[in-house]
């Protein structure tokens, strides 16, 4: 009776779709209020659904090739012409594979941006906000409507292969980033996408792999950046991320995407599958997962390869026989899918693509977005010891220079997958110490060991002595020695995690035998992870790191190095001693696919420093070459009205003063403490920093307004976010292990 009772509805509510279809494939007036760009958003979208078949709208489920979305050309829809990201426009023709080879089809050349965790360590999110804006000029400059980024999954692990595209551990400096960057992407007018949601966090098993994460370590720590990116990044897309989250796959995962993102934060925008990551028809568009990718003929050829299937992918499930087919059997519903087409529609009236379609043939890698990577690449570079003010160089009082290292004279501009841009250009570490020191300083070049997995005298004995000792001899007979170490694309990237924290084999043999050779040894890091230090810090007199700073990063370093610039990044994540001393060890990557988040809200310093776990370099700590001093924190209450609305905050401001002889820049954070909660809560939490340029001697008054959110943790028996009233501590420093000074702050009830 209740089979029939279903089937008689569906048959039902199929006759009235395909009723609607035979009015909607009526032919289109001129004038169709859709089409005219002075009509309100919402009336556009209704109106043109109201024109659209069940096929047609059945169509717009699922991506028509490996980057665009179907059109319907009957209508006007466009595609959405998609480019992978966030560190620039990457090639978007072909398999992933193909984009990435030097030598595949449609070469696109573009900006290469600094990676997502230098620009995180700039702390600057003016600076990401004009990066972002830049990125969508190119994509726009390139013929294409939408970028994949910003990746704002937090940094919970120091072995996460992707840990380069996002912004650190914490979710506070992550989400102020996101938001930045889609801000600065959206005002051009191009569609960025926030990726990936949620807790993706790991590359193992990445397509089949579960976590599990309480409610409240996934309010406190995985969602806020995608929170902040929808609800003050007025984000127009998410993207659903590959692996389960408690149990069931992001792509039609009911709590996460119609619950916690559609109906909890209010999202507006259509929700995008990562590449090949459905598994269902009807669970997926219930789930409200509204866009398919890839789709059409590459979709089918992908699928049809045996290593698509064997490695986890899913895709296919949306196409326009299937979904047709579960609407007409009643388990998609109309209105159903009518929200989801709508949300495709609403993105592409709101960009002003309908309007304004993207033709390309502009110009991209202009002066002003080679200055953006620029200034990104050199504000993000961590200054993390400096023995004897060794740093910065002086040119006139040096004569040679050993560079020194398997990434010294490669651009390793990023790490590896999707992210990973081809620039017209890219300055090593090496030309940019060249072209800094000019004719008058000698500057030489020895890798000193071979990359591992890249270079074959890596595995032969004879090879590799000859190459220490070339390095070492052009240190000993140098009068400094600059040694670039870290990783490249096929050790650290998309797919696959870091295996070691470790540096690849023989770098920490390297810097050992050239600080032995030369006392005046600068190690560069270029990475985008952490890396372990123990074997040679105590005796390393200075220390720079440098990510991957994309296209400019070698001129960057040179900057820092000779002075030129003044570092001021900041760590956007602990480094541990070790992988042991990391919170997640002993809960990655899980067991029989399974990884449970057990170490929950102690994620980077919020575990380091509540439990009291001495870090290698502490999350907010970086060097400048000057110093600045901290004084008269003040807390003041204020109450605002707007309208009917009241609002009660509290201003917080300080004083920091350039006490040193140079220019510089210093990010200052604002950390709260609350010491009379109920639950327990991590020793403190960034709530607040801002990165202030100071002339030497000058001071200036830096403000924070910090209001009931930034004293909240969430309740999972509330549901909500609490702050409880009485006294909390707000802390003002240079790092989370430098608090400067402390202040109460009363929160009544
Ligand atoms: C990645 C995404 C990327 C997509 C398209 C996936 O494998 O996880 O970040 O945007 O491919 O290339």
């Known amino acids: 009776m209740r089979c029939s009772l279903t089937l008689t509805l569906a048959t039902f509510l199929f006759a009235t779709a395909f009723h609607a279809s035979v009015l909607g494939a009526q032919a289109v007036p001129a004038d169709a209020p859709y089409k005219i760009p002075a009509t309100p958003v919402e009336q556009r979208v209704a109106d043109l659904l109201r024109r659209m ?441 998309e797919s696959f995690d870091v295996k070691t924290m470790d540096l690849p084999a023989g770098q920490d043999e390297l810097i050992a035998a050239v600080e032995k050779a030369n006392p005046h040894t600068i190690v560069v890091l270029n990475t985008g992870d952490p890396v372990t230090m123990t074997k040679w810090i105590d005796k390393t007199p200075a220390l720079l790191d440098m990510w991957y700073g994309g296209q400019e990063g070698g001129h960057a370093l040179a900057s820092v190095l000779f002075g030129d610039a003044n570092p001021s990044g900041k760590l956007p994540v602990s480094f541990p001693k070790r992988f042991e001393d990391s919170p997640a060890y002993g809960h990655y990557p899980g067991e029989n696919l399974r990884v449970d988040y057990a170490e929950g809200i102690y994620v980077g310093y919020r575990y380091f420093d509540t439990k009291n776990v001495e870090p290698q370099f502490p999350f907010g700590f970086g060097l400048s070459y000057t110093n600045f001093e901290y004084s008269d924190l003040r807390v003041v209450h204020a109450v605002t009205h707007s309208g009917t609305q009241k609002q009660e905050l509290d201003l917080v401001s300080v004083d920091v003063k350039n006490t040193g002889a140079r220019d510089g820049a210093e990010v200052v954070e604002l950390y709260v403490h609350d010491g009379h909660a109920k639950i327990d809560r991590p020793t403190h939490e960034l709530k607040g920093f801002q990165r202030v340029e100071l002339k030497a001697g000058e001071t200036k008054t830096v403000q924070f307004n910090v209001d009931r959110a930034d004293l909240s943790y969430w309740s999972p028996e509330k549901k909500d976010w609490i702050a409880e009233p009485g006294t909390f501590e707000i802390q003002v420093g240079a790092s989370s292990r430098d608090i400067r000074l402390r202040g109460p702050l009363e929160l009544k009830k």
Not at 102 to 114: D, E, R
Not at 293 to 311: E, F, I
Not at 472 to 479: Q, R, Y
Request: hydrophobic share 40%; proline share 6%.
């Open 53 to 493: 078949t069940v096929e047609e709208k059945a169509t717009m489920l699922s991506g028509s090739g490996w980057m665009e979305s179907a059109p319907i050309e009957r209508l006007g829809i466009p595609a959405i012409k998609m480019a992978d990201g966030p560190m620039g426009v990457r090639s978007w023709a072909g398999s992933s594979a193909i984009t990435n080879a030097a030598s595949g089809p449609a070469k696109v050349l573009s900006t290469s941006f600094p990676s997502g965790v230098a620009m995180a360590a700039t702390w600057d999110p003016e600076l990401v906000q004009r990066e972002g804006q830049a990125i969508g000029q190119e994509v726009k400059a390139l013929g294409r409507d939408m970028i994949l980024g910003p990746t704002v999954n937090i940094n919970r692990v120091p072995l996460w292969g992707r840990n380069f595209e996002g912004y650190g551990e914490d979710p506070y400096l992550t989400s102020r980033l996101g938001v930045a960057y889609i801000k600065g992407v959206q005002s051009e007018g191009v569609i960025p996408s926030v990726k990936h949601f949620a807790a993706n966090n790991e590359e193992f098993e990445r397509h089949r792999i579960d976590a599990h994460v309480d409610e409240r370590t996934l309010h406190e720590i995985y969602l806020p950046a995608f929170k902040a990116a929808v609800e003050e990044g007025g984000a127009w897309t998410v993207m659903s991320a590959y692996n389960r989250l408690n149990g069931t796959y992001c792509a039609e995962n009911v709590p996460l995407l119609n619950d916690i993102l559609k109906k909890e934060i209010g999202f507006k925008g259509f929700v995008i599958s990562d590449w090949g990551s459905t598994y269902s028809t009807a669970p997926t568009v219930n789930a409200g997962m509204d866009l398919e990718m890839p789709g059409g003929p590459p979709m089918q050829a992908w699928l049809a390869r045996p290593s698509t299937l064997a490695s986890g992918n899913g895709a296919g499930w949306l196409t326009q026989d299937k979904v047709l087919a579960e609407v007409k059997a009643g388990h998609i519903g109309e209105a159903t899918l009518d929200d989801n087409v709508s949300r495709i529609l609403r993105v592409i009236f709101e960009s002003g693509l309908f309007d304004h379609p993207h033709l390309g043939g502009g110009e991209v890698d202009t002066p002003a977005q080679k200055a953006v990577a620029l200034q990104g690449a050199t504000e993000g570079i961590v200054l993390l010891k400096n023995a004897g003010s060794l740093l910065p160089l002086d040119a006139a009082k040096i004569h040679s220079i050993a560079v020194i290292g398997p990434n010294a004279a490669v651009a390793r501009t990023g790490g590896g997958g999707s992210s990973l841009v081809r620039p017209k250009y890219a300055i090593t570490p090496l030309d940019g110490i060249k072209e800094r020191a000019g004719n008058g300083l000698d500057v030489k070049y020895a890798p000193g060991v071979g990359m591992e997995g890249e270079d074959p005298a890596q595995d032969i004995a004879e090879a590799r002595t000859k190459l220490l000792k070339e390095a070492t001899e052009a240190a000993a007979h140098a009068d400094v020695a600059v040694v670039v170490v870290g990783r490249y694309s096929k050790l650290e990237g």
